[in-house]
């Protein structure tokens, strides 16, 4: 079974401007996290999917953030514009059954605001 | 601010060696996870306990569950270089996690 995937890797841009990140979660999977990890930290939730519904999003800085999870599946997480804080490792999440409270990670992408 | 409070930050110790960490928490969870994150990747899960008082074991780790669900252990046997990462602790509370700060664990060959 494939894991949770997350594109790009990397990246590295400077400050107000802007960048998007992509999830595909595990397939069948109907709840989708995005997280955000700051260096010596432990993630932070930003936003929670349940299929192309948002359940949660109180922890996500709006006026910057936003999230998408057209059609159930796949996300994209965008700022814009970026600050300097905004550096931090970006996490995506799913689970499944819904209202499991099993997660289950992908990779990550490293931003790096400069 | 973290909910969840993990003890020590780091830890450094000889291959060998028995290590324990701590997650603690003023809050009541219906559950509590224990992931290792290795650098470039995302974490991992490694346990769920569910019972106040519950204790498991996977091989040579053990987790321990508080009886008021707020706190919990994590104690390695014999430590291994393998086991080397950022040891994370997770409430789970209405289908939703909160993360301690970590602490990283590094044993030594």
């Known amino acids: 079974e494939a894991g949770v995937a997350q594109s790009p890797r990397y990246k590295i841009i400077e400050k107000r401007q802007s960048v998007a990140f992509w999830c595909n979660p595990i397939?069948?999977?109907?709840?989708l996290y995005w997280y955000q990890q700051i260096l010596g930290q432990g993630p932070k939730l930003l936003i929670q999917f349940q299929n192309n519904g948002v359940v949660d999003d109180s922890q996500l800085p709006k006026d910057r953030f936003s999230a998408e999870r057209l059609k159930g599946v796949d996300s994209t997480l965008k700022i814009q514009p970026a600050k300097l804080e905004d550096s931090a490792v970006y996490l995506c999440?799913?689970?499944?059954?819904?209202?499991?409270?099993?997660?289950?990670f992908g990779p990550g992408t490293r931003l790096l605001v400069l | 601010t973290q909910l969840l409070e993990q003890s020590p930050q780091f830890l450094s110790i000889q291959e060998g060696e028995n290590l324990t960490v701590y997650c603690n928490s003023s809050?009541?969870?219906?559950?509590l996870q224990w992931y290792r994150q290795e650098p470039g990747e995302g974490p991992v899960l490694l346990v769920t306990v569910v019972t106040g008082g519950e204790v498991k074991k996977l091989k040579r780790l053990t987790f321990q569950f508080g009886d008021a669900r707020k706190d919990s252990s994590l104690h390695i046997t014999a430590a291994q270089p393998g086991d080397t990462g950022l040891y994370l602790c997770?409430?789970?509370?209405?289908?939703?996690?909160?993360f301690g700060a970590g602490t990283t664990v590094t044993v030594r060959a």
């Open positions: 809050s009541v969870f219906s559950s």
């Open positions: 397939s069948g999977h109907a709840t």
């Open positions: 997770a409430g789970a509370l209405d289908y939703k996690l909160s």
């Open positions: 999440a799913s689970s499944f059954p819904s209202g499991s409270e099993t997660q289950y």
